[in-house]
């Protein structure tokens, strides 16, 4: 069974910047169409944050990320990225990394607190 572990989470203060790494522990990223990041706060809902088509690096952003967030893979390294800058209070979140953009197998999680 495929197992999705992300990694790269952290306590940052406000403005600062985190890279999140998503690897698999079988196979290849290349094996989906596409990889994705979601988060869920405290008594939030898990929501999008963004997706990234494994054959042409394509990507799709929710727009409270847009200017702020990168999506990229590496699929010699068989990873996907999350490079986060400008980091706000209301990004903390645990962020998660599925496959085919929430269809396929899903992380555990890796928590990213920001501060004021």
């Known amino acids: 069974q495929v197992q999705v572990v992300e990694s790269g989470g952290g306590l940052v203060q406000s403005g600062g910047s985190l890279r999140l790494s998503c690897a698999l522990s079988?196979?290849?990223?290349?094996?989906?169409?596409?990889m994705g990041w979601f988060r869920q706060a405290p008594g939030k809902e898990r929501e999008g944050v963004s997706c990234?088509?494994?054959?042409?690096?394509?990507?799709t952003y929710a727009d409270f990320v847009k200017g702020r967030f990168t999506i990229s893979r590496d699929n010699a390294k068989n990873t996907v990225y999350l490079q986060m800058n400008s980091l706000k209070p209301e990004d903390t979140a645990v962020y998660y990394c599925?496959?085919?953009?929430?269809?396929?197998?899903w992380g555990q999680g890796t928590q990213v607190t920001v501060s004021s």
């Open positions: 599925a496959g085919e953009c929430g269809a396929g197998p």
């Open positions: 079988s196979g290849f990223i290349s094996d989906y169409y596409a």
């Open positions: 990234i088509s494994i054959s042409d690096g394509s990507a």
